[in-house]
């Protein structure tokens, strides 16, 4: 979703999606939440939200939070083992490490060869050196500290931005939607979003969803997607809701 279709989307709910929370969501919600407590998936320890360093004597609060800026950045349309991997590399093959500095010195072809195995490499190194000048000379070194001014970063969007805030800034100010998200919340029947797009569905599922659930729903549901409610070929027979859930084939 561009920019601003974005700011036209979130000018308005529309009136004919549910704002009623769904029948026994509460139940699934629940079932699914004690389930991911041991099926473990890739996002519990390579999400983006595990790959920044921690800030300590050498890492500063604000490299910390760049770091997880990039990560987000690095993973769109790419699985979690492939942007740590990359996460690694950059630490391994900047001078300095990974931070605003070492991005902006370094060449945008290396920076790309650093990054060749995520989606859309090319354009992600341009966006990333852009996005650390950006940062250097309009934040100051660090990153915006909000959901508006991270969506005017290059390549940079809703789910990126909410994300960024609950990781970066322990700010929960939305709920990340990305495409196990949007996928997982219309085969439950939470809402009827699926040719809308993930950015409707955030803005139905904030209309009923407690506000102390938008931040864990997103790693709690992309990890479910990643290894049980496939894109493909879901596997029902294992679901922990599959007499609930009006998708099942089973």
């Not at 308005?12 to 139940?27: A, D």
């Amino acid at each position: 979703m561009t920019k601003q279709k974005y700011s036209a989307l979130n000018k308005k709910l529309t009136t004919n999606e549910q704002i009623q929370p769904p029948l026994s969501w509460e139940e699934v919600y629940k079932c699914i939440k004690n389930y991911r407590k041991t099926a473990i998936a890739p996002v519990d320890t390579m999400g983006c939200e595990r790959l920044a360093d921690e800030p300590n004597d050498v890492i500063t609060p604000q490299t910390s939070r760049f770091q997880s800026l990039i990560a987000l950045m690095l993973s769109s349309q790419t699985k979690d083992q492939v942007t740590a991997a990359a996460m690694q590399n950059l630490r391994q093959q900047l001078t300095g490490g990974l931070n605003i500095e070492s991005i902006m010195q370094v060449d945008e072809k290396f920076l790309d060869q650093c990054i060749s195995k995520v989606g859309f490499h090319r354009r992600k190194a341009k966006y990333i050196k852009q996005t650390a000048k950006i940062c250097k000379e309009e934040y100051n070194g660090d990153i915006p500290n909000s959901v508006e001014g991270l969506m005017k970063l290059p390549g940079v969007g809703p789910k990126m931005a909410y994300l960024c805030m609950h990781v970066a800034w322990k700010q929960n100010q939305g709920i990340g939607v990305d495409v196990h998200v949007h996928r997982i919340a219309n085969r439950l029947g939470w809402c009827r979003t699926e040719k809308a797009g993930p950015e409707a569905t955030r803005q139905v599922l904030e209309s009923w969803l407690p506000y102390s659930f938008w931040q864990e729903i997103n790693p709690m549901l992309v990890g479910f997607g990643q290894i049980t409610c496939l894109p493909r070929n879901p596997k029902c027979l294992e679901c922990p809701v599959r007499n609930k859930c009006p998708s099942s084939s089973t």
